[in-house]
């Protein structure tokens, strides 16, 4: 195959009405119909954060209703008023998987993500499992949001999140993710996905998409997945025409595209690419799997549940329910309620949608 790259303790809560709450596109998070000023709601934080123990009732109530926006403000205009940051203060009062969460959910979404992407990559574990963070917000988020994740890697740790994957991530997985040269010339697959910047506007061309799903089943069919034709349809593309390829690649060639890379092989490549063709062609499923996997079995994998959620609430989560009921045959609601206790499970029930 030849290349074409060159195609381009808690204190009582005050009862807000089910009525006074909206909730906007597919997302879970519930915003009251008339949202406090950023001032009352850090003075009424800084509240909860005082006396003997700490609100944490109050601490859902506001943080868990509040869209990304306005948690900005808020941090803002907490900073101004106390002379603290937010994030300090929640960092003293909380702690444990609640505290994990609400930490995370309070950060502006691309520093959250870079933070994430950073832990990930300095983990003493390597493997595909710690590495769906990269994925997924090279993936499943806008392409103005992986520039910002970007951005934001940089200031926090002084060096990109490109040199952190080359140097630490295993050079079979390295190929799937950075168009930068390896030792024998090969390009690098991470890499290609994070640095990769797609327009995002629908513009879909048939003829293309079906050329390169001939091109991918070539890849698949001789075990070649890290072809430089499959990078550079992947991390090129923008997501309709990608799904458009998916479409025509199933309609030609019997199987989904995702399947076909499972049956391929069990090894890491295989794995992280079905990963990548996942949440391109369906986030909502690719998360819906991430949260079963995190609780269905022995133990919760709190972490990833909390990823899955935070990463979901604001963006696609009513789909990523209804996958999950596809795939499971059971209320992704009920799992998380029965799968978690205390103050983690009220915010996490919160930020779903649901009634504490």
Not at 82 to 98: H, I, P, Q, V
Not at 245 to 256: L, V
Request: charged residues 30%; negative net charge.
């Amino acid at each position: 195959m030849k290349s074409f790259k060159k195609l381009f303790t808690s204190k009582p809560k005050p009862h807000i009405p089910e009525s006074s709450f909206k909730i906007g596109g597919m997302g879970s998070l519930k915003v009251p119909d008339v949202i406090p000023s950023p001032e009352d709601d850090s003075h009424k934080l800084k509240k909860a954060f005082q006396g003997f123990g700490t609100d944490e009732d109050a601490i859902i109530e506001i943080l868990g209703h509040r869209d990304a926006n306005q948690r900005k403000k808020i941090r803002e205009t907490y900073h101004q008023l106390y002379n603290e940051t937010l994030l300090d203060a929640l960092k003293s009062e909380l702690s444990g998987d609640f505290g994990k969460a609400v930490i995370l959910w309070t950060y502006d979404p691309s520093e959250r993500d870079a933070r994430l992407a950073n832990e990930a990559l300095k983990s003493k574990k390597k493997g595909i499992k710690h590495l769906e963070i990269i994925v997924e917000m090279s993936c499943a988020s806008s392409p103005q949001h992986i520039v910002a994740v970007r951005q934001a890697y940089c200031t926090l740790f002084d060096h990109s999140v490109e040199e952190d994957i080359v140097a630490s991530v295993p050079p079979p997985l390295r190929k799937t993710l950075v168009p930068v040269l390896d030792l024998e010339g090969h390009i690098l697959i991470l890499v290609g996905l994070v640095t990769s910047y797609r327009y995002d506007k629908e513009v879909v061309d048939t003829d293309v998409a079906n050329l390169e799903a001939d091109r991918l089943h070539e890849a698949i069919k001789t075990k070649d997945l890290a072809h430089d034709d499959v990078i550079f349809i992947l991390s090129t593309r923008n997501f309709y025409q990608l799904r458009t390829t998916f479409e025509c690649y199933k309609k030609k060639h019997g199987n989904p595209i995702d399947k076909d890379i499972e049956k391929s092989g069990k090894g890491d490549l295989e794995s992280l690419l079905r990963m990548v063709m996942l949440c391109i062609d369906s986030p909502e499923k690719h998360f819906a799997e991430v949260v079963g996997t995190s609780i269905i079995g022995l133990g919760t994998d709190e972490d990833s549940l909390t990823r899955a959620i935070i990463s979901r609430a604001e963006i696609d989560m009513m789909k990523v329910k209804s996958e999950y009921l596809n795939i499971y045959k059971s209320s992704l609601d009920d799992a998380v309620t029965g799968d978690t206790s205390g103050d983690y499970r009220k915010f996490l029930v919160t930020l779903l949608g649901g009634k504490i």
